[in-house]
């Protein structure tokens, strides 16, 4: 199992946590069976960024971001060089630490898809 620190977040997780997840699952999938509900408005399909997350430490041993994935990053609130889509960077045996960003941008739900 690998570690993933998830720093607080005013509304999702507000004292931050310290979570495991196996090798090869999402960030996503991770957050959301440790009770963080992270959104996911396209229900993890690459197709809205909702799920945007920051990785602090440890994105190097994350599998690297398709340009599906690349493109809707480039429509993220707060993007950063260490953004990816939390529903398709997947969990390698590295710790991570990883923060949600205070803000996120519907694509689907506002029409701007």
Request: include cysteine; proline fraction near 4%; charged fraction near 25%.
């Amino acid at each position: 199992m690998t570690q993933i620190i998830v720093l607080p977040h005013v509304e999702l997780c507000p004292d931050g946590t310290v979570i495991e997840a196996a090798a090869g699952t999402s960030i996503c999938d991770a957050l959301l069976e440790n009770g963080i509900e992270i959104e996911h408005a396209c229900e993890k399909s690459c197709a809205c960024t909702t799920c945007h997350v920051i990785v602090r430490e440890g994105i190097d041993s994350l599998n690297e971001a398709e340009e599906e994935e690349e493109d809707l990053l480039d429509k993220a609130w707060g993007l950063e060089p260490q953004s990816r889509l939390s529903c398709q960077a997947l969990v390698a045996e590295t710790p991570l630490v990883v923060e949600i960003p205070r803000y996120t941008i519907n694509m689907a739900r506002e029409g701007k898809h």
